[in-house]
């Protein structure tokens, strides 16, 4: 026997697939992944009745030699006039190669016999998947089906994966030469009669049924070995989820208060992260997500504390009189001052302490109750004075000013309970 050119680098361990009920026995056996090799259709020399003189013994011994067979490659029978003594014979007379994986019945060292039909079934090399690992097998069936089937009549469940080739979904056999075939999608069973010999995207498109480009698609048989399709739907969806950041509290210094005051500038806001993921689905179930994009999409906001570095001024001392008559000029000066005397007699401790006093030294206190600042003015009167916006807004410097001219004014009287706890009148 020689070897078809298919065959020459082929691993020596192989798996063979036999049609059911050949006169061959099955093999099965890994292979390696070298590619398959195209089926081979050789031509077949069909000999007439052969011409021969005949004479005498050596005739008669001639003419017993003489047979008349069929041939059979791959479906396409002729009728062989040969004095081959072997099935090898007949076949090389013929230029049919045949390789290890080929099929030969009767086998080639064989005698032929006058009458004889000898078959040659080339082998095909493909993929299937069996117990979840995929292998590279050889049969001699000519469809898909006929393979499966023939390894579903060896005791072993198979599958093949069609791959995709310029668009099209492909299996390394033709899916079916003709009749029934069953397409599991969607939920559903359905049964389609196919006439001929039929590739796999050619069934589809006579199913109704279209295949999304990440759809995945095998081929398998039923228990009477009608083939299967099963297209499983698969799909990607983006899913998002967000975390919270935390904000930063910033301290600083400030000369607008003073070194025992502070306040909060701003109050401060969580930002926001986002995680992006792509999800897989198979048959609408999320069965697996990735981590594709992570980005801040809300800046967090600092919080601001302000504390003061100004110090507070210190208590000037009062004026001693020395004699009666200047203590009495001093207390006419005063009386004849009133309560709205010039806030320039009052030393900046009385200020400090009225202030202490309102509003505990603090410049930017708000109440709530429409008084503001360290003196607590009423927002009318604060105007009335010369101020804009608020009160609390403004420095501690120009809350006393202001204040020293509402007392100008209006006297102690505008902050009565304090200035009569401090004895200012």
Known sequence: MTTPEHAENTPEQTDEITPAGAAADMTAEETSTQAPAPRRKRALLALGAAAALVIGGAGAAVAAAHKTVEVDV?????SVSTFAGSVAGVLADQGITVGEHDLVVPGADEALTDGAEVVVRYADQIEVTIDGETTSLWTVGD???????????SGRTASMAASRSEGRLALDLPLVADGPVIFEVDGESRTVELDGVADLSTALLRAEIQVGDLDSVKVSTATDGTPVVTITRIATQEDTRTEALDFETIERDTDDLYEDQSRVVSEGAEGERT??????????????????????????QDRVVEHGTAERPKPKPQPTSTTSSSSSSSSSSSSSG?????????????WAALAQCESGGNPSTNTGNGYYGL?????????????????SDASAAEQTQRAQILQARAGWGQWPACSAKLGLR
């Open 74 to 78: 791959d479906g396409e029978t002729v």
């Open 143 to 153: 469809t898909t089906a006929a393979a499966l089937a023939d390894l579903a009549a």
């Open 275 to 300: 995680y992006t993921y792509v999800q897989y689905l198979v048959d609408g179930e999320v069965t697996s997500s990735q981590l594709v994009r992570t980005e801040v999409t809300t800046q967090p």
């Open 338 to 350: 009133g309560s709205g005397g010039s806030s320039g007699s009052v030393s900046g401790d009385v």
């Open 375 to 391: 003196y607590q003015f009423s927002l009318p009167t604060w105007q009335a004075v010369g101020g804009s916006g608020l009160p």
